[in-house]
């Protein structure tokens, strides 16, 4: 069995924004936040305008202690930065400025004491009236202070184009090897445009993330009623690989991908196994990146699931990286000090350790910059042509004059080899 090699450290916490749409944690206690669409929970975050579909919203704060939390939503252009041109009360139905998260739960029977919070969006308290991209931040408030603690990104739209997606592996710089290239076909024929170069744009992003998603490519053709993307280099990506996983359902025995797990006064410990480079695709299902609460026996896994430091460990043979981070939906591809892993010259690994509710956990190895930019699967992931991967096509709409994006129309597409 591996050895335990820890300090009782909480990692360092990077207070961060809400960076091209990805949902993220802004301080050390508050933790596992989710957001919830559809029928199974893991569909893409995308709401019809006046339909009365929503999102659940959850996320766990430290101890037994009551805090008060209340949330505030803004609307925010393609580029996620808040809209300074409208009006709250022409994007927003709000009884407030600010509405209160009013369901909460005591952990039950967990050795780490937490409180579990949730609420839906929208709801009767706040209604979206415009389509777009829209930022929900929660606060704590305390003492006449609010203080931000996380942000979820959601999409409003509106079913106002056609669009078709396709996902090939025979791109314009490759074929069959490492990439995957994308073709568009955006049908405006129902709206009214004069320019639809300029008014039309698309955000393509592949498996939710937005550190290597393509903002705005210039389409390669107008037919007068779509526009098109053909053979365009700016739809390449990266194949990657599918997605590393883990489990842990009991703190009595190691689960999936789990070499062990000891307790260590005041909270257990889960070390990994050890992973390594990965020199060949190797396909194996994943739901590209997701982490679902779990617990043995368990019949409600939000508040009955136990906190556990989880060690990941990564053989550094034949690597050299000075930025690598453990990634995936859940760490909201968050590139700062909480998910770096350090170098550790005795054993030539690279380590990591995060405090973490059990579950199942779907997670990769990137390098990149600590800026948000785009980070690479190649050096440790390896990039596959086979490689299964999701690609959601965003349309905003501005016309001449107007003051905000709309969300005219999404589409989500899986390429799958066959």
Not at 339 to 367: F, I, N, V
Not at 399 to 410: I, K, M, Q
Request: net charge negative; hydrophobic share 35%; aromatic share 14%.
């Amino acid at each position: 069995m591996r050895r335990f090699i820890f300090c009782f450290l909480f990692p360092l916490w990077a207070a961060t924004v809400c960076a091209g749409g990805q949902n993220r944690t802004l301080v050390p206690y508050v933790r596992s936040l989710r957001v919830e669409c559809g029928d199974g929970g893991l569909a893409f975050p995308a709401l019809r305008l006046g339909s009365g579909e929503h999102v659940r919203i959850s996320f766990d704060a430290d101890s037994h202690d009551y805090r008060r939390f209340v949330y505030k939503a803004e609307h925010c252009g393609m580029d996620w930065e808040p809209n300074e041109d409208v009006f709250d009360a022409e994007y927003l139905r709000a009884a407030a400025d600010y509405a209160v998260v009013e369901d909460y739960a005591e952990s039950i029977n967990t050795t780490w004491l937490y409180t579990h919070y949730s609420f839906e969006f929208p709801n009767a308290d706040m209604q979206p009236l415009l389509s777009g991209n829209y930022k929900l931040t929660v606060f704590e408030d305390s003492d006449d202070d609010l203080r931000p603690v996380a942000e979820v990104c959601l999409y409003v739209y509106e079913p106002l184009v056609g669009i078709g997606l396709t996902a090939s592996a025979d791109t314009d710089v490759d074929r069959y090897v490492s990439s995957q290239q994308l073709s568009l076909n955006l049908n405006y024929s129902a709206l009214s445009l004069l320019n639809p170069r300029e008014e039309l744009r698309v955000a393509v992003l592949q498996n939710r993330r937005t550190d290597n998603a393509r903002m705005a490519p210039p389409p390669t053709a107008d037919t007068g009623s779509a526009l098109l993307w053909e053979h365009a280099r700016n739809l390449i990506f990266e194949a990657g690989n599918e997605y590393r996983k883990f489990e842990i359902l009991s703190t009595r025995y190691p689960g999936m991908h789990v070499d062990g797990i000891r307790w260590y006064d005041p909270v257990y410990h889960a070390a990994l196994q050890t992973d390594s480079r990965r020199r060949n695709y190797l396909y194996d299902e994943d739901n590209d990146g997701i982490f679902v609460p779990r617990a043995e026996k368990s019949g409600d896994a939000d508040v009955e699931a136990d906190y556990l430091f989880v060690h990941f460990t990564l053989d550094a043979a034949g690597l050299s990286a000075d930025s690598l981070f453990v990634a995936g939906a859940w760490t909201g591809y968050d590139f700062s000090a909480p998910y770096r892993m350090s170098y550790d010259t005795e054993t030539d690994t690279y380590g990591a350790t995060l405090l973490l509710k059990q579950g199942y956990y779907e997670y990769l190895y990137l390098t990149g910059a600590d800026s948000p930019v785009e980070s690479r699967t190649a050096a440790i992931e390896g990039d596959y042509y086979q490689t299964e991967n999701e690609y959601t096509v965003l349309v905003y709409w501005r016309t001449p004059g107007s003051r905000y994006d709309r969300l005219a129309g999404w589409r989500t597409a899986k390429y799958i080899n066959k």
